[in-house]
């Protein structure tokens, strides 16, 4: 372990918890002099996110225990929390997050303005429209928990080493082999410089983890930015004084020693720009009091008395920010070296949950939480950039106490990597996005225009929604006519355009053609390399050359690590097709498992042409028999264009995936729309393809699937071999009993599964939303019978069916007809659990040949 903060200590007393005892950890001055000593030390639970939620109150949970586990106190103050709402927009947010937390089993009230006076009466609360009560938060002294985490640590066999620095790291065949120390003041007496072999090195040095990383060639994006909080003089404030944030005013306080702690997110904030940051203990910069004014006067407007209290103490010091305000956990491209760093102001409040999710995935190979969203692996090349990682993380920091509304897009460090045909999307309008650093089309405006006409809708059967019967209820009332075109309520109608509905219809109906070069390729090839995709894939890929197979990677609990598409190119040569944020991380979990794996998703542009016109517009343009199968590759010419199709749809609508060297990526896209328009073909984006994976209940990992899911779980079964063995098939099989011991599998997707395949305690459902104004966006809090059962992983509107869809992980004996209740700010929607797919359950559209 590198660096003796909260997170340093806390990682090697969880590895020493379970069971690793020939542990080390070195910090260049004393504990927690480098970022950690001058943290405010607030305990706030609740957060956007479930897993960062699940760290916190775990660590909540473990701080009281110290304690006892230790004989030191850890410093925690277990007085509450209050988060403040003073605009409608904000008391949203606060609904939306306490229906969060109610899924997470996190204890939470929502009170009054008044209320939240009388739980804190310094507070001027008039304006105060609502607030968040968290009894289980408070706040810690950062010095005695990294002392009580390092007892425990020593305890259980740790060595702990201070005034020791690290000045090398040893790295042989792209693995970590030893770290070169080094005590004492160079060139004096009581110098010494030694190594220590190891095959296991943990970087948590706060600021510091940027410049530790380069000394094995390792880009960890920390970012220093100076943070600011002052403390006041005492005057009678109780040390039973709860926690308060106040984010539209951008502050937070709590009691300190009689007065009061203030700090705050300023909009203007400052990098610390040095090359050897914490080079000394307790780094401070002078104070800076005309950058703090605002936070100080918001605060001093929430607590009157503040106005007549001298501040008689100032930190200004370094906190270690990153790209996109997460933090950087897990393993770096050098294997054995792992970060656990980056933790943007709210480190203390997570160091026991960071300390728990790297010892698990240090030690058993993966976490228990879905870590993803901090996985140092979600950068790809471009976070090496120091220009391009200030510009993210200071924009980070400025709005890190924003309203952050679902879909919506921050413009720094923009536009960065393009698709050969991002010219001609600018010129027809489009409102791009970003993902991994990638402009990609949300949407083209060039295609709104008033909702559709009657005779666009096809008549309901086969092809549409499915029947009453089959757990649809419509409310009393049409609700195709009320979904038309209209504007969904609530968040889910701030950042919306009709042109969305238009893609979908015209994909329906024609044809459409949407840019997914992002999505990440890569290659696996050489003599081992289907015996090594055999073994780490779920799926069955012992198949021709030129199939195509969907299919997952399994973590050892059997969890989902990874959902893509892998085609046999050749004998011996496959490609795998990722999500666009994935690539980084795919690529490494293989890596792991022994397969030479190459990124080539630079090499190649790809265009997807979907709907029943696509096999006239494609004819056009090409000589080739294009009446190959589904799930199918087959290489042709596209006009003058080398091209791959792939027979394979994330829409539910008979085309292909059309892959091209990028050299040729704009003459293709140029072809294909000149071929398309006169079929009515029309250019679409990332929203209509999200709408219409739902309607078909295609999932996406990282949100209905994740490594805490099993493909069972899932509706998955029908992807997972049962002819061979790969990772992760002995937890599925210790994990679920055999369907003999069930009910049949109630949803069309599970059912998919082989007759013997095990059926789930739990498993994804599809919910039909009775009013179709109300847009689920996920992490909506899901009840059945008035009691909490779920959350919503992901939802949307189906502009093809028009109806408002969500779907959930409900219990054993769920089935089509059954109904729920999905919270939505506030407010409880009824909703019924429908059979899926929605739309075009057979799947003609896309199997059989347009005619």
């Given at each position: 372990?590198?660096?003796?903060?909260?997170?340093?200590?806390?990682?090697?007393?969880?590895?020493?918890?379970?069971?690793?005892?020939?542990?080390?950890?070195?910090?260049?001055?004393?504990?927690?002099?480098?970022?950690?000593?001058?943290?405010?030390?607030?305990?706030?639970?609740?957060?956007?996110?479930?897993?960062?939620?699940?760290?916190?109150?775990?660590?909540?949970?473990?701080?009281?225990?110290?304690?006892?586990?230790?004989?030191?106190?850890?410093?925690?103050?277990?007085?509450?929390?209050?988060?403040?709402?003073?605009?409608?927009?904000?008391?949203?947010?606060?609904?939306?997050?306490?229906?969060?937390?109610?899924?997470?089993?996190?204890?939470?009230?929502?009170?009054?303005?008044?209320?939240?006076?009388?739980?804190?009466?310094?507070?001027?609360t008039d304006d105060v429209r609502a607030a968040l009560w968290l009894p289980g938060d408070g706040w810690l002294d950062p010095a005695l928990l990294a002392r009580a985490l390092a007892a425990g640590a020593r305890k259980l066999g740790v060595r702990i080493l201070t005034g020791t620095r690290a000045v090398g790291l040893d790295v042989a065949g792209g693995a970590i082999t030893g770290v070169r120390l080094a005590s004492g003041t160079e060139g004096a007496e009581d110098f010494e410089e030694w190594?220590?072999?190891?095959?296991?090195?943990?970087?948590?040095?706060?600021?510091?983890?940027?410049?530790?990383?380069?000394?094995?060639?390792?880009?960890?994006?920390?970012?220093?930015?100076?943070?600011?909080?002052?403390?006041?003089?005492?005057?009678?404030?109780?040390?039973?004084?709860?926690?308060?944030?106040?984010?539209?005013?951008?502050?937070?306080?709590?009691?300190?020693?009689?007065?009061?702690?203030?700090?705050?997110?300023?909009?203007?904030?400052?990098?610390?720009?040095?090359?050897?940051?914490?080079?000394?203990?307790?780094?401070?910069?002078?104070?800076?009091?005309?950058?703090?004014?605002?936070?100080?006067?918001?605060?001093?407007?929430?607590?009157?008395?503040?106005?007549?209290?001298?501040?008689?103490?100032?930190?200004?010091?370094?906190?270690?920010?990153?790209?996109?305000?997460?933090?950087?956990?897990?393993?770096?491209?050098?294997?054995?070296?792992?970060?656990?760093?980056?933790?943007?102001?709210?480190?203390?409040?997570?160091?026991?949950?960071?300390?728990?999710?790297?010892?698990?995935?240090?030690?058993?190979?993966?976490?228990?939480?879905?870590?993803?969203?901090?996985?140092?692996?979600?950068?790809?090349?471009?976070?090496?950039?120091?220009?391009?990682?200030?510009?993210?993380?200071?924009?980070?920091?400025?709005?890190?106490?924003?309203?952050?509304?679902?879909?919506?897009?921050?413009?720094?460090?923009?536009?960065?990597?393009?698709?050969?045909?991002?010219?001609?999307?600018?010129?027809?309008?489009?409102?791009?996005?970003?993902?991994?650093?990638?402009?990609?089309?949300?949407?083209?405006?060039?295609?709104?225009?008033?909702?559709?006409?009657?005779?666009?809708?096809?008549?309901?059967?086969?092809?549409?929604?499915?029947?009453?019967?089959?757990?649809?209820?419509?409310?009393?009332?049409?609700?195709?006519?009320?979904?038309?075109?209209?504007?969904?309520?609530?968040?889910?109608?701030?950042?919306?355009?009709?042109?969305?509905?238009?893609?979908?219809?015209?994909?329906?109906?024609?044809?459409?053609?949407?840019?997914?070069?992002?999505?990440?390729?890569?290659?696996?090839?050489?003599?081992?390399?289907?015996?090594?995709?055999?073994?780490?894939?779920?799926?069955?890929?012992?198949?021709?050359?030129?199939?195509?197979?969907?299919?997952?990677?399994?973590?050892?609990?059997?969890?989902?690590?990874?959902?893509?598409?892998?085609?046999?190119?050749?004998?011996?040569?496959?490609?795998?097709?990722?999500?666009?944020?994935?690539?980084?991380?795919?690529?490494?979990?293989?890596?792991?498992?022994?397969?030479?794996?190459?990124?080539?998703?630079?090499?190649?542009?790809?265009?997807?042409?979907?709907?029943?016109?696509?096999?006239?517009?494609?004819?056009?343009?090409?000589?080739?028999?294009?009446?190959?199968?589904?799930?199918?590759?087959?290489?042709?010419?596209?006009?003058?264009?080398?091209?791959?199709?792939?027979?394979?749809?994330?829409?539910?609508?008979?085309?292909?995936?059309?892959?091209?060297?990028?050299?040729?990526?704009?003459?293709?896209?140029?072809?294909?729309?000149?071929?398309?328009?006169?079929?009515?073909?029309?250019?679409?984006?990332?929203?209509?393809?999200?709408?219409?994976?739902?309607?078909?209940?295609?999932?996406?990992?990282?949100?209905?699937?994740?490594?805490?899911?099993?493909?069972?779980?899932?509706?998955?079964?029908?992807?997972?071999?049962?002819?061979?063995?790969?990772?992760?098939?002995?937890?599925?099989?210790?994990?679920?009993?055999?369907?003999?011991?069930?009910?049949?599998?109630?949803?069309?997707?599970?059912?998919?599964?082989?007759?013997?395949?095990?059926?789930?305690?739990?498993?994804?459902?599809?919910?039909?939303?009775?009013?179709?104004?109300?847009?689920?966006?996920?992490?909506?809090?899901?009840?059945?019978?008035?009691?909490?059962?779920?959350?919503?992983?992901?939802?949307?509107?189906?502009?093809?069916?028009?109806?408002?869809?969500?779907?959930?992980?409900?219990?054993?004996?769920?089935?089509?007809?059954?109904?729920?209740?999905?919270?939505?700010?506030?407010?409880?929607?009824?909703?019924?659990?429908?059979?899926?797919?929605?739309?075009?359950?057979?799947?003609?559209?896309?199997?059989?040949?347009?005619?």
């Amino acid at each position: 372990m590198i660096g003796g903060g909260v997170a340093g200590c806390s990682v090697a007393y969880h590895l020493a918890r379970l069971g690793w005892t020939e542990v080390i950890l070195v910090e260049r001055h004393e504990l927690t002099e480098g970022t950690t000593w001058h943290s405010a030390g607030f305990v706030g639970q609740l957060r956007s996110t479930v897993t960062q939620t699940k760290m916190i109150m775990y660590s909540a949970g473990l701080y009281p225990e110290l304690a006892e586990l230790t004989g030191l106190d850890p410093g925690w103050h277990g007085v509450g929390g209050l988060r403040l709402a003073t605009t409608p927009e904000r008391v949203e947010e606060s609904l939306r997050l306490a229906g969060a937390g109610e899924t997470y089993g996190l204890g939470l009230e929502v009170l009054s303005g008044a209320e939240a006076g009388e739980m804190s009466p310094l507070l001027y609360t008039d304006d105060v429209r609502a607030a968040l009560w968290l009894p289980g938060d408070g706040w810690l002294d950062p010095a005695l928990l990294a002392r009580a985490l390092a007892a425990g640590a020593r305890k259980l066999g740790v060595r702990i080493l201070t005034g020791t620095r690290a000045v090398g790291l040893d790295v042989a065949g792209g693995a970590i082999t030893g770290v070169r120390l080094a005590s004492g003041t160079e060139g004096a007496e009581d110098f010494e410089e030694w190594s220590v072999q190891t095959e296991t090195v943990v970087v948590a040095a706060g600021a510091a983890s940027g410049r530790v990383g380069r000394l094995a060639g390792v880009d960890i994006p920390v970012v220093p930015i100076k943070h600011q909080y002052v403390v006041t003089e005492p005057f009678g404030v109780p040390s039973s004084t709860p926690t308060v944030r106040d984010p539209d005013n951008i502050v937070y306080f709590r009691e300190e020693n009689g007065g009061i702690l203030v700090g705050g997110y300023i909009r203007n904030p400052e990098i610390w720009s040095t090359a050897a940051p914490l080079e000394e203990p307790r780094t401070v910069f002078p104070p800076d009091m005309p950058k703090f004014q605002e936070s100080w006067e918001s605060a001093v407007r929430r607590v009157p008395a503040l106005a007549g209290t001298e501040i008689t103490k100032v930190v200004h010091g370094p906190e270690a920010f990153t790209p996109d305000g997460e933090f950087l956990l897990g393993e770096t491209s050098v294997r054995g070296l792992w970060a656990a760093a980056g933790f943007c102001v709210h480190g203390l409040a997570a160091a026991g949950g960071v300390g728990k999710v790297m010892a698990e995935w240090i030690v058993d190979g993966s976490p228990e939480y879905d870590v993803f969203g901090m996985d140092l692996r979600r950068f790809g090349l471009h976070a090496r950039s120091a220009a391009w990682s200030r510009a993210k993380a200071l924009d980070s920091y400025s709005k890190y106490y924003d309203i952050v509304y679902p879909g919506e897009e921050r413009t720094a460090a923009r536009p960065l990597r393009r698709s050969p045909a991002w010219v001609r999307h600018a010129e027809l309008g489009a409102a791009f996005g970003e993902k991994a650093g990638w402009e990609r089309v949300n949407w083209f405006e060039s295609n709104a225009r008033p909702a559709a006409e009657p005779d666009r809708d096809p008549p309901l059967g086969d092809g549409d929604v499915r029947s009453e019967g089959q757990g649809l209820r419509r409310g009393g009332r049409d609700v195709r006519e009320n979904g038309r075109g209209l504007r969904p309520d609530g968040w889910a109608g701030r950042i919306w355009s009709p042109a969305v509905r238009e893609e979908c219809l015209t994909t329906r109906d024609a044809a459409g053609l949407f840019d997914q070069t992002s999505f990440a390729k890569l290659e696996v090839a050489g003599a081992g390399a289907l015996e090594g995709l055999q073994r780490a894939c779920a799926g069955q890929l012992d198949r021709p050359v030129g199939s195509i197979v969907y299919t997952q990677l399994l973590n050892a609990r059997g969890g989902v690590e990874a959902d893509l598409t892998v085609t046999r190119l050749a004998d011996d040569r496959f490609r795998l097709v990722t999500g666009t944020a994935f690539g980084v991380h795919d690529a490494a979990w293989l890596r792991g498992r022994g397969l030479d794996v190459r990124d080539v998703t630079s090499a190649h542009a790809c265009y997807c042409l979907w709907g029943p016109r696509a096999l006239d517009i494609l004819g056009s343009v090409s000589g080739d028999d294009l009446t190959f199968g589904y799930l199918r590759a087959r290489e042709i010419s596209v006009g003058g264009v080398p091209v791959l199709a792939q027979r394979v749809t994330f829409v539910g609508e008979f085309g292909w995936e059309l892959y091209c060297p990028s050299e040729y990526g704009l003459t293709l896209w140029d072809t294909l729309m000149e071929a398309g328009t006169p079929h009515g073909m029309r250019p679409a984006g990332y929203r209509a393809i999200d709408s219409m994976r739902l309607e078909k209940g295609y999932r996406v990992w990282g949100l209905d699937v994740t490594p805490e899911t099993t493909p069972y779980e899932a509706g998955l079964g029908f992807a997972v071999a049962g002819d061979k063995d790969f990772l992760g098939r002995a937890a599925l099989d210790a994990a679920h009993r055999p369907a003999g011991d069930r009910p049949a599998p109630a949803s069309s997707a599970s059912s998919a599964a082989s007759p013997t395949a095990p059926v789930p305690a739990r498993s994804l459902f599809c919910l039909v939303l009775d009013d179709p104004r109300q847009v689920c966006l996920g992490g909506e809090p899901v009840r059945s019978g008035g009691l909490p059962a779920s959350r919503v992983t992901s939802g949307g509107y189906g502009h093809r069916v028009d109806r408002s869809i969500a779907y959930a992980y409900l219990p054993e004996g769920t089935a089509p007809g059954d109904r729920v209740e999905v919270g939505m700010t506030g407010t409880w929607v009824g909703a019924a659990v429908a059979a899926e797919p929605l739309y075009d359950p057979s799947s003609e559209r896309v199997r059989r040949l347009p005619s």
